[in-house]
């Protein structure tokens, strides 16, 4: 039992490192996803006006441009398997199916988180924010919510991969799915930034917490089918 656990995470390890590495080969899909986002949020911050509550806006315009950036990754991390036919040679693979959607979600993760961590600095610098101790609860708000994106994200792609316009199809088919998500993460975000109690940010959190939960059940129960089926 304990080798074929370690069997497994070994298996989504490889996942993970095999697109790790064609990205540092490539560089072409996180490059893309920061300029895109560091563009746009200059571009928002030129173009507020002076006197307008920053703190109002922010939280939406950050998530949405991290969800146009991510839906990038997204739909760069199927095309590239699609492309070379290394999602037939991965599903031939002796392996369970779901190590296959669990190590594109923690590939797909971690170019999103370093992708906040890159936006942050600049959004503090842009909007002359303090973040502080609230530093903390608004890192378990995005990685809450970027877990959740991403799962369902990943899950999505893989069903739009063989489509003639995935790049479209893809947010057409995200959007309705991920908008609670996007609400409660934005409205959390906003009550961190105005410096509201950490009792007023539970609701969202624990919405957060059950959404991904059933969320990522509901894929990881999906994905064999659908991969059988691609």
């Known amino acids: ?16 490192r095999k697109d ?20 746009l949020l200059v571009i928002i911050n ?10 109002e806006i922010l939280p939406g315009i950050l998530w949405i441009i991290l969800i146009f950036a991510g839906i990038l990754g997204l739909n760069h ?6 492309e070379n036919d290394c999602l037939h040679g991965l599903r031939a693979c002796p392996v369970p199916r779901c190590t296959l959607y669990l190590g594109k979600i923690v590939g797909n993760f971690l170019y999103m ?19 502080g101790w609230s530093f903390l609860p608004l890192a ?6 970027t877990l959740g994106f991403v799962g369902i994200g990943t899950l999505f792609a893989f069903i739009s991969t063989n489509t003639r316009m995935r790049e479209v199809m893809l947010p057409l088919l995200l959007f309705p799915i991920i908008l609670p998500i996007l ?30 939960l059933v969320f ?15």
Do not use: C
Not at 1 to 16: A, D, H
Not at 77 to 82: F, K
Not at 185 to 192: D, L, P, R
């Open 1 to 16: 039992m304990g080798k074929k656990i370690l069997e497994f995470f070994r298996t989504i390890q490889l996942i993970v």
């Open 20 to 39: 790790l590495l064609a990205e540092t080969r490539t560089r072409e899909s996180f490059p893309q996803m920061a300029a895109f986002a560091v563009l």
């Open 46 to 55: 030129i173009t507020l006006q002076i006197g307008t509550a920053v703190q």
């Open 77 to 82: 991390s199927l095309a590239l398997e699609h």
């Open 113 to 131: 988180a370093l992708l906040e961590l890159i936006l942050w600095p600049v959004v503090m610098a842009l909007f002359n924010l303090s973040l």
């Open 140 to 145: 378990m708000i995005f990685l809450l919510g």
């Open 183 to 212: 609400l409660a993460a934005v409205k959390s975000t906003g009550k961190i930034l105005a410096q509201k109690p950490w009792i007023e940010i539970r609701f969202e959190l624990q919405f957060l917490i059950v959404f991904d």
């Open 216 to 230: 990522l059940g509901l894929a990881l129960l999906l994905f064999e089918y659908i991969i059988e089926n691609e």
